[in-house]
């Protein structure tokens, strides 16, 4: 799928940019990261795998509506992402969403799925630097 099929399917829709959402949603995003960061502690590592995706999930979500794009697939979130962003957020940045939204519907609906401490280790590791690139982004434009 590519960027034109996104919006043709209206996967992504052209809504009107919201800065207050926007900020929301990166708010989100940071508590996740904190609750990722306490089920890894506690060696809860699926649900490590559930916060630390969903923290990226946010963080992208807020570049949509700071955009004025609606979602309603992740997957054409990631490919919105590659085609915009792909110059100020490292690329295997991205694609590391991809990956990571994967092992979290696998540890929701797998019935094998199994993840130890490092894989949430590099997870979080992503999810930090994901957040972190979108606050970069969205707080340059928002003094």
């Known amino acids: ?9 209206r996967l992504l829709r052209k809504t009107k940019p919201d800065t207050k959402k926007a900020l929301q949603s990166l708010e989100v995003a940071r508590k996740k990261l ?3 960061e306490s089920a890894l502690n506690a060696e809860l590592f699926e649900a490590c795998v559930v916060y630390g995706y969903t923290a990226m999930f946010h963080a992208a ?5 700071k955009d004025g794009v609606a979602e309603k697939s992740h997957v054409c979130t990631a490919i919105y992402l590659r085609e915009k962003y792909a110059q100020v957020i490292p690329l295997g940045l991205i694609n590391s969403l991809e990956v990571h ?4 519907h696998e540890a929701l609906y797998g019935l094998e799925f199994r993840i130890g401490k490092e894989d949430c280790e590099v997870l979080l590791e992503d999810a930090k630097s994901f957040v972190e690139a979108v606050e970069k982004i969205i707080g340059a434009e928002n003094p």
Not at 101 to 104: A, F, G, I, L, W
């Open 1 to 9: 799928m590519n960027l034109k099929e996104c919006f043709d399917k």
């Open 34 to 36: 904190v609750l990722a």
């Open 101 to 104: 939204r994967t092992e979290r």
């Open 61 to 65: 979500r807020a570049l949509l509506f």
